[in-house]
């Protein structure tokens, strides 16, 4: 059995390794049209930031170390023009020396990737602005700064690329923008958690423009003009465009493969594409999202490998199937961690679902171990059933382990109410005994038993102001003169049981505090002696003037602040 692969990296070089330990005997080629048939793409911003100072370690493997341990025939800088399924048969150039040639094959596993997505705008083809997605992109953008030092860079698009971008060229002492059409950085995040992302990058001098339209780039003195739609331009040394990727599926569609989102490749759960024994993996594939069951693009690294070694199964007489992708992801922001898993709940209600949330503030580990630190978690749960749907963290210590075992429930296909049952580790330095899941999984029991009811932060603007309910807002006097939301009055919740007359008990009360814990415990008082209440899904407070962003949410992480 001969298998050609295209394009290395992760899907097929997973792929080659895995055919490999099936079949002792199979020949295996990979074509790769960069010079590098398996790197560390995600930590290509870390080598422009100086974090990676050696150049070789970004290549996983060589063509060499491959082929010394799989006996797989690493071919680079050879770029495959053309398939041609009815002679299982594949055009390929060598880049280096311009020869073209047909190599046959049994099966073929297609990974292509992703390609950044290049606008089609004026003075896109400028030398001072920048795409990254190989391993020579970076060198190129490395090489540039090391040459030029310039001083200021603009980044246009706020995901996974331009924040990491955004924070290492920040850390090389550059003046740093990010610019993009969404009022929101980072979409797999809802605009309440993304105010933290916010936040974080602002403290840390990163500017932020949002909701503006780029409309083309200019050279002016020495750098590059930004073009802004009905904005005065950005001007910087450099120009880095990370609005995004799509698939590179130019093959699959000269080829006739059938196609789906944005040109995506359509397979089956096998990696089966819809012509016989052709497979494709990675970035380049349509896939089911295991939450909504949607059709979905998710250009992630552990997707891309897990499909790498179903399609090799399935190619070597196995019988692997692919479940779908759920989108877990977690990313630095200087300090900060932010993690997410499953669907938020803004694309939930996108897609019909009927969603309701808990936002909590948990403290990282114990908190009376030095150290522990504020992390704020949203919860996502369909309403009627309570199944888990997805999650969100932001925080300084512990978020990875939190959003990993809330990734785990999600694929377990847990109820949000039995997250309070998991057995998670404690010890003062690593958890609290109600680990921050834990809590989550009581909150939701709380509303399903009818202990809790809940408003949230799209009410915040239709609360009546006609005395016809209550407002309250249960934090301290300081707290309350420092910023309070219009209509709220102020009865610190530990004078509550004594100040109960004030209240009339004909009216429904909403309670706030500042990160839904205070308001919770106001809410269990005036429930005993009889009010209708409702807390708020989070809490409240003010930013620093220096940001001038206001967040229903607890706000303490994203201000920097700790919490004992």
Known sequence: MKVVIVGGVAGGATAAARIRRLNEQAEIVVFERSGYISYANCGLPYYIGDVITDRSDLTLQTPESFFSRFRVNMKVRHEVTAIHPEKKEVTVKNLETGEEFEESYDKLILSPGAKPTQPRLPGVGLDKLFTLRTVEDTFCIKDYINTNHP????????????????????????????????????????ADMASFIHNEMRKHGV?????????????RDGGVDVLLKDEQPLHA????????????????????????????????????????????????????????????LISLAGPANKQGRIAADNICGGDSHYT?????????????????????????RKTGLDVDTVILSPMSHAGYYPGGKVMTMKVVFEKATYRLLGAQIVGYEGVDKRIDVLATAIRAGMKATELKDLDLAYAPPYSSAKDPVNMAGFMVENIANGVLKQWHLEDADRLPRDGSVTLLDTRTVEEFAQGHIDGFFNIPVDELRERLGELDKRKPVYVICQSGLRSYIACRILTGNGFDCYNFSGGFRFYDAVTNDRCLIESATACGMDRA
């Open 207 to 219: 500017k932020l423009a949002l909701g503006h339209t780029v409309e083309g780039f200019e050279e």
């Open 151 to 190: 001083k200021s860079a603009v980044l246009a698009g706020g995901g996974f690329i331009g924040l990491e971008l955004a924070e290492n060229l920040r850390e090389l002492g550059m003046d740093v923008t990010i610019v993009q059409r969404p009022k929101q950085l980072m979409n797999p995040f809802d």
């Open 324 to 348: 779908g992708s759920q989108g877990s992801s977690v990313i630095k922001i200087f300090g900060m961690t932010a993690a997410t898993t499953g669907v938020n709940e803004t694309n939930a």
């Open 237 to 296: 040394d450099m120009v880095i465009l990370a609005i995004g990727v799509s698939p590179e599926t130019t093959l699959a569609k000269d080829a006739g493969l059938e196609l789906g989102i944005k040109g995506s490749i359509v397979v089956n759960d096998r990696m089966e594409t819809s012509i016989s024994d052709i497979y494709a993996v990675g970035d380049a594939v349509q896939v089911k999202h295991f939450v909504t069951g949607q059709d979905a």
